[in-house]
């Protein structure tokens, strides 16, 4: 393990403003002079090759001017303006020239402008290679765009070339109105390139030694002046002085207004070779003693050696002119290490900044000690805070969390992962060119101003993601070697893009211009160089004022190195593990962290996650480093034993050292300022200095403290080791402890306001929705907004906006730059008026300030930081009790929960999802109910009311502090979390919080009945009622379908109750649960009525085919109630309604309606049925029941009257049984044709028409034909109506060129044969399909003929005859000709017997010239008389016993003759003219013998 402590330096930088968005450059072109040729040759200053940079302070009060010429860009001169009244963003001047530039500009203040600063015109020097001089006036900053060109009026060129003597220029300076130049003879040219009216334009003069005699001299003696090396310049008694260093040494300083040489003196280094000067600095004229401090820069040419500056004494007197002489070398300043970057004077001071340090020694005539004092630089800050530096180790931290998180792999990585990002991210450390450019290198690739646009959630987003993509291990070391390595790149580039350029003084103040970025310095506060040395540094707690005698402060000294041991021992790992646990992710609690780190202390790191992180050793490697942690393990525990044994034994007891640690605790308790608040309200600039010393300050105390913590926890653990009594433990435990804990508490409040960026709010964030106010109105103010959600802007600038003078006094002087006493002053202030507010109020209670600094980040959006506040001081709270504090009566534990509440409600709105969602919620309820219930919360939080949008009801409204009751004031509050609630669609909330305001109506609502002064705005009634409906919302919403039931029936207001069960049927139709209308699962006692109301309500105002249907819906409701007749009415309007819209919908959807037209006649069939045949009927429909708008309209009042079911029928217009049964068949039939693409509309008549039927035959819906002919046709009606229908069946039975019968065919009874050329029915039709469509149609025909001649007798002979009609030739089907002989009673009557005899098909035969078939047919009937049975003989000799159609046997004779005689079929017309000759001969004597019998009988 690493040692942390670094030795104490003597201040700290604060940058201005950090994240590189600080200065807003604007781009001027610079017009060259008409006639220039570029000539490199001419000037050759030194440095050439480097960025150069300068500053300067002018104006009243004064203004910062900076100047850079960056190397990569030499042709760009950037100009910075700064102040004590500069705002955000710095704006720069940034002039590009067409020609490169030397490292050469100067600014000086216009004489004859106005003095007021913000009226000042200046003029700029630039100086470029080939001699030409750019005088630029600058008037008005502000005005200038950028992409413009500069002025030509305001703009002079001169070019110096002429004056040179072809010599070269080496070195340059300047004062207000003149231009100097060093030149290689050693002479030094003087120009007043700037017209102006006291003096004349185009002054040239040379200040040289070798003017007339004295040139020739020096050629004589062989010297000649060396070449200038440097020039400055200084101003004393108001003339200026020229100070000229030359390159041997030799130092000239000049009269400039006489042009006379005052002093000429040699400062080469003496019996050194190769010892050059290189550089000249001049500090101010200090008039009381009489000297001005000047310094030089020495170097040895002529071997590897340290630069040295050695400073001298300049002393001046006024007489009649000017006596100047140089003393030795004062002092010398060795300069190790880094380049040098810059020199500057203060009064006392001589400022040294190299690329690595910043250095200030004591001028030796203001001082006796020539100590010199370092500066931290930011580069060591963020190495720190990024674990990269020798002191602060990311080993430690690895090592660290991987013991106190031994088993949760995920939680680790998060937790190391949080860590890294919220210290990059933090204001100080971040800087968007260094982040986009370490992005970059990850393949991250954004423009500056895209980049610039990120806000900080989307940034966090961004690294977590290339976390993900880019660790492939998936472990906790492959991720901390990840960030490693990311933050070492993001430092390389952050030194890159940030190195030191100049140093900048304004008064005593000094400033550090970078790259892109302005500091400042302050020197740290006797407490800070106490607790932040090293152990040996102790010795100065004697300047802490704490009251302590020498033998006090020397045991104290050894406490603190106790905690400096610790410290050694963990590196900086639990400074950033405890804060992290506590404002970060919540994966450890803060109570647990702390034993869990001594526990560490005490064992040592878990040895299987060191042998990982070292198995890169090798073996051996990684055994050494085991054995070396065991070995300081060991170490460590036995020093801090004899320490803190040596300690008790120099105390005498421990409660000494408790005494003496107690003291040493309360000077580290933030101190309370006493200050008036007169002074002028903190600028834009003087905010970012005071956030960024705020937050170093604030790091070192809040480390401090936590040592502290960290050793007191380690003495409860081992003390028994150290002999320490119950009492001892019981004091520490009990007293110490907590008091620590509020400590560092309070500090880690402070560091959290100062170093976490604000939020990004929105309008749909929840301060936005709960109030209006924004931090303040003014233009300046407004403009932070912008910032909001940016790495760069704190918490705390939230708080400073808020009330800008809260810290200043009377006693800054904020016209200027701060000084370092400026600064501590106001962080001092600062910090006092977070932790106690105002000056002259008493130190109020950490919770009581917590919750107003809350209510202002709240009012803001910073919802998440509130959190985290919020839970910082409730964790305190826990501990007060014991530390001694009073119970809280004010209010403000209530006030605490409420913003908690607050801030989780607004984490549940911005997208949290599951288990944390849930878990928040419920925390929120609970914060919710805790602040209503605690003592003085009415009081607390009715301050809120303009300040969190926590607004006073309605009711209440009027009453005073003192006439407020407990439920009155619970009722409002509830009611008001409800809304809150509510407004976020969070409906389990705000149930509960309906149900808690609904205990509080009736003792609210009774003490404001009995109070005097006091009346209620509502009556009790419609309170209940209101919540009531608001309990039913929120079931509803939560699909609680008994409660939201519940709460309609407790309901005591009826219009409040009819319309929430509205809502309720509209909302289970909306979900599919109407089954619970019906099913009888909810008992709706009482609300029968008002639902079938509501039904119909919602049916009438629905589309009809909406799913579920309240049609069908009340039909089943109805009929779970055996209502039968009204269950009837509905399902058969619902039929009625289909039937009216059907005309308005497609082919498609047509069949579909009149498929629930049917269901729905059928139902209304059913539901009569059950009914008495007496009342067995319906009202007629209402005319507007037919014609309902499409759309959810106002509900008007309608009545629907229903007789009684004990009425009898009596008015012949209502609908009966037998209506429905008819419009049941009309309407199948018209779904069965649309099924077959044929329309037909049923038009309500009695009747079918004619063509009904003839569509149904066509269609092949032969069923429904019948059922249509036998519904609404009787008698001979009917007959005839069957008799078409069967020579329409018979006709599509015949093909269209008749068919022969076969008996091969397969069927036995059924043989039909065709042609190859017969043309079928359907053009698409094959002749195998249409044969078996013909069989189809056969069969359909038997099957129908066989069920309907029962009815109608002839219909055997109707078909039969079509069929010869259309085909005399066709044979007619078997089963056919059965149906005529089996429609005899009796074969042995002959061809005798119904209407389809044997007879009819003789006839028929006859008819149609059918010769042999009737031939035949006549034979074997004959044939069958003749051969009758012994038992039939005595039948036929009856009277009238036997009958053959004679006549139509007579006709057959004859048409057998005709067919003779026209010649065709001859032969087979004689034989059967001869068989039937023969049959009748012999039937003829057979009935000579039958009657004769039958005469003897009658006579006999």
């Keep these: 393990m690493e040692s942390n402590r670094r030795s104490s330096p003597a201040g700290m930088e604060v940058p201005v403003a950090g994240g590189g968005n600080v200065v807003k450059w604007l781009d001027i072109s610079v017009p060259p002079p008409s006639s220039s040729t570029e000539d490199n040759g001419c000037v050759l200053l030194p440095s050439s090759e480097k960025d150069y940079a300068s500053s300067c302070v002018l104006g009243e009060p004064p203004i910062s001017f900076v100047w850079r010429i960056n190397k990569t860009s030499s042709n760009v001169l950037e100009l910075l303006q700064l102040s004590a009244k500069s705002g955000f963003p710095l704006t720069g001047l940034r002039f590009v020239f067409a020609h ?12 004859g402008s106005d003095s007021d600063s913000a009226r000042l015109s200046f003029f700029l020097y630039a100086l470029t290679p080939s001699g030409v001089v750019y005088i630029l006036k600058l008037e008005n900053t502000s005005a200038y765009k950028s992409g413009s060109v500069f002025p030509l009026d305001h703009l002079i060129h001169l070019d110096v070339r002429p004056y040179l003597n072809e010599t070269h220029v080496t070195s340059a300076a300047a004062s207000p109105g003149f231009l100097f130049l060093g030149r290689s003879d050693g002479c030094v040219s003087c120009f007043q390139p ?33 070449d200038v090396q440097d020039l400055f310049i200084s101003e004393v008694y108001g003339r200026n002085l020229m100070c000229v260093l030359h390159a041997d040494g030799a130092l000239r300083v000049w009269d400039i207004l006489t042009c006379s040489r005052v002093l000429c003196q040699s400062i080469a280094a003496k019996n050194v070779e190769g010892v050059m000067c290189l550089r000249l600095w ?16 020495y170097r040895n040419t002529m071997g590897v050696s340290v630069d040295v500056i050695t400073v001298y004494g300049l002393h001046f007197s006024s007489g009649e002119g000017i006596a100047l002489s140089l003393d030795s070398g004062l002092q010398n300043i060795s300069l190790e290490g880094g380049e040098l970057r810059d020199v500057r004077f203060t009064s006392d001071k001589i400022w040294t900044l190299k690329a690595d340090e910043l250095t200030s020694h004591m001028l030796c005539q203001k001082s006796s000690t020539m100590e010199a004092r370092s500066y931290t630089l930011q580069e060591e800050y963020i190495s720190e805070q990024l674990f990269l530096s020798a002191g602060s180790s990311s080993h430690d931290l690895l090592l660290t969390s991987h013991s106190l998180f031994s088993s949760a792999k995920d939680q680790i990585i998060g937790f190391i992962s949080s860590i890294f990002l919220r210290r990059l991210l933090c204001p100080g450390v971040f800087h968007n ?25 989307e940034l966090k987003s961004e690294i977590l993601l290339l976390v993900e993509q880019e660790v492939t291990g998936e472990t906790s070391i492959s991720v901390f070697h990840w960030w490693e390595n990311f933050c070492s790149c993001y430092l390389d580039h952050w030194c890159k893009n940030n190195e030191p350029c100049t140093l900048v003084v304004q008064a005593d103040v000094i400033g550090l211009v970078r790259n892109s970025s302005v500091s400042l310095f302050f020197r740290l506060e006797n407490v800070e160089h106490s607790l932040g040395g090293s152990s040996s540094e102790h010795s100065n707690l004697t300047s802490l004022g704490l009251g302590m005698s020498i033998s006090e402060h020397e045991i104290l000294s050894e406490v603190l190195r106790c905690t400096s041991k610790i410290n050694k021992q963990w590196g900086a790992a ?8 506590v404002t970060g992710r919540p994966v450890i609690s803060s109570e647990e962290i702390v034993p869990r780190l001594v526990n560490i202390l005490e064992s040592g790191y878990a040895m299987s996650i060191g042998q990982r992180t070292w198995s890169d050793l090798g073996a051996d490697g990684a055994w050494d480093k085991e054995l070396e942690a065991h070995k300081n393990l060991r170490t460590f525990s036995i020093e801090m034993l004899l320490s803190l044994s040596a300690l008790c034994q120099r105390a005498g007891s421990w409660e000494k050292v408790f005494t003496i640690m107690e003291q040493y605790l309360q000077y580290l308790v933030p101190k309370k300022a006493m200050h008036n608040n007169d002074g002028e309200t903190l600028s834009d600039i003087c905010s970012s200095i005071l956030v960024q010393a705020t937050s170093q300050f604030a790091k070192v105390m809040f480390e401090s403290a936590f040592d502290i913590f960290l050793l007191v926890s380690y003495l409860l653990n081992i003390s028994g080791q150290v002999n320490m009594s119950q009492q001892d433990i019981c004091k520490l435990r009990l007293e110490l402890l907590p008091m620590i804990q509020d400590i560092v508490s309070e500090w880690l409040i402070i560091l959290f306001f100062v170093t976490t960026p604000a939020q990004l709010t929105s309008m749909e964030d929840f301060s936005f929705k709960l109030s209006s106010l924004q931090i303040d109105s003014s233009i300046d103010k407004r403009s932070w907004n912008t910032m909001l959600g940016k790495c760069g802007f704190s918490l705390a600038y939230i708080l400073l906006f808020s009330d800008r003078s809260c810290i200043v006094d009377s006693r800054f002087n904020l016209r200027y730059l701060p000084s370092s006493q400026i600064i501590t002053s106001l962080v001092q202030n600062f910090i006092s008026w977070i932790r106690y507010s105002k000056t002259g109020e008493d130190a109020s209670s950490l919770l009581r300030r917590s919750t107003e600094l809350t209510l202002r980040l709240i009012r803001n959006g910073q919802a998440d930081a509130v959190e985290r506040i919020l839970l910082v001081v409730e964790a305190s709270l826990r501990g007060e009790k014991t530390f001694g504090h009073a119970q809280d009566t004010n209010g403000d534990w209530c006030l605490l929960q409420h913003l908690r509440g607050c801030c989780l409600l607004d984490h549940v709105q911005r997208g949290s999802c599951g288990i944390i969602r849930e878990r928040k919620i419920s925390d929120a309820i609970r914060c919710f109910f805790r602040a209503s219930s605690g003592k003085g919360s009415w009081k607390a939080l009715h301050s809120l009311a303009k300040q969190a949008g926590f607004s006073h009801s309605t009711i209440g409204a009027s009453i005073s502090d003192g006439e407020k009751s407990c439920a009155t004031w619970k009722l409002h509050y509830y009611e008001w979390a409800m809304q809150i609630f509510e407004r976020y669609n969070i409906s389990e909330g705000a149930c509960q919080f309906a149900y808690a305001a609904l205990e509080q109506v009736d003792e609210a609502i009774h003490f404001m009945e009995s109070s005097e002064n006091v009346h209620p705005p509502v009556t009790a009634t419609y309170c209940r009622g209101r919540l009531w409906a608001n309990v039913f919302k929120f079931t509803l919403d939560l699909n609680l379908w008994n409660d939201a039931y519940c709460a309609i029936i407790s309901n005591p207001d009826e219009e409040i109750k009819r319309i929430c069960l509205r809502r309720f049927i509209i909302v289970l139709f909306e979900c599919g649960k109407t089954k619970l209308l019906s099913d009888g699962h909810l008992p709706f006692i009482g609300l029968s009525e008002k639902i079938t109301q509501e039904l119909f309500w919602k049916a009438g105002r629905s589309e009809i085919m909406i799913k579920p249907n309240p049609y069908k819906l009340l039909y089943a409701y109805e009929m779970r109630r055996h209502n039968w007749r009204m269950a009837a009415s509905y399902v058969y309007q619902f039929s009625a309604r289909l039937k009216s819209e059907a005309a308005s919908t497609d082919y498609k959807h047509k069949s579909l309606v009149l498929q629930e037209r049917l269901n729905g006649l059928s139902a209304a069939i059913n539901a009569l049925s059950l009914v008495h045949p007496g009342y067995a009927w319906i009202d007629p429909l209402p005319e507007e029941s037919m014609h309902y708008p499409a759309k959810k309209a106002k509900r008007v009042e309608e009545q629907q009257s229903v007789r009684s079911n004990d009425q009898p029928k009596g008015d012949q217009s209502c609908i009966d ?39 149904l035959i066509q269609a092949d819906l032969y069923d429904m034909a019948f059922t249509v002919v036998l519904k609404f046709w009787r008698g001979s009606a009917l007959k005839r109506e069957l008799e078409k229908i069967f020579e329409n069946m018979a006709i599509r039975c015949c093909p269209a060129n008749g068919t022969l019968w076969s008996s091969n065919d397969l069927r036995p009874n059924l043989v039909l044969t065709s042609t190859e050329d017969e043309v079928t029915h359907s053009p698409d039709r094959s002749p195998a399909v249409q044969s078996s469509k013909l069989a189809g149609d056969w069969e359909i025909l038997e099957v129908y003929l066989k069920r309907y001649k029962d009815i109608h007798a002839r219909l055997p002979v109707t078909v039969a005859s079509t069929l010869l009609q259309a085909d005399s030739c066709i044979e007619l089907p078997l089963w056919l000709v059965h149906m005529f002989k089996d429609g005899q009673k009796e074969k042995a009557l002959g061809m005798g017997g119904q209407e389809a005899s044997p007879a009819s098909l003789f006839q028929l035969y006859v008819d149609y010239g059918r010769l042999t078939e009737a031939t035949n047919l006549v034979l074997e009937y004959m044939e069958s008389f003749a051969s009758s049975k012994p038992a039939e003989v005595l039948k036929r000799k009856k009277i009238s016993g036997v009958w053959f159609p004679y006549t139509t046997v007579e006709r057959l004779w004859w048409a057998l003759e005709k067919t003779m005689n026209s ?9 059967l003219k001869g068989q039937l000759q023969q049959a009748l001969l012999n039937h003829l004597k057979l009935l000579k013998v039958d009657s004769d019998d039958a005469v003897s009988s009658a006579t006999g």
């Design 282 to 297: 001049l500090g101010k004229a200090d008039y009381d003693s009489g000297i001005i401090p000047l310094a030089v820069l």
């Design 1217 to 1255: 049984i037998e209506k429905i049964q008819n419009e049941f068949v009309f309407t199948t039939a018209e779904y069965l044709l649309s099924l077959e693409n044929f329309e037909w509309t049923y038009s309500g008549l009695e009747k079918p028409p004619p063509d009904l039927v003839d569509l």
């Design 574 to 581: 639990p400074y950033a593990m405890y804060y992290e646990s």
């Design 194 to 226: 700037v017209v102006s009216p006291q003096k004349p334009s185009g002054f040239h003069q040379e200040l040289r030694d070798d003017t007339g005699l004295g040139r020739l001299w020096g050629f004589v003696r062989g010297t000649v002046v060396a």
């Design 1463 to 1471: 010649g065709r079929m001859l032969e087979q017309c004689q034989k």
């Design 433 to 457: 060119v260094a982040l986009r450019l370490t992005l970059r290198d990850h393949n991250k690739h954004w423009t500056d101003s895209e980049f610039q646009s990120l806000s900080l959630d």
């Design 100 to 111: 490169t530039l030397s490292p050469f500009a100067f600014l000086f203040a216009d004489e």
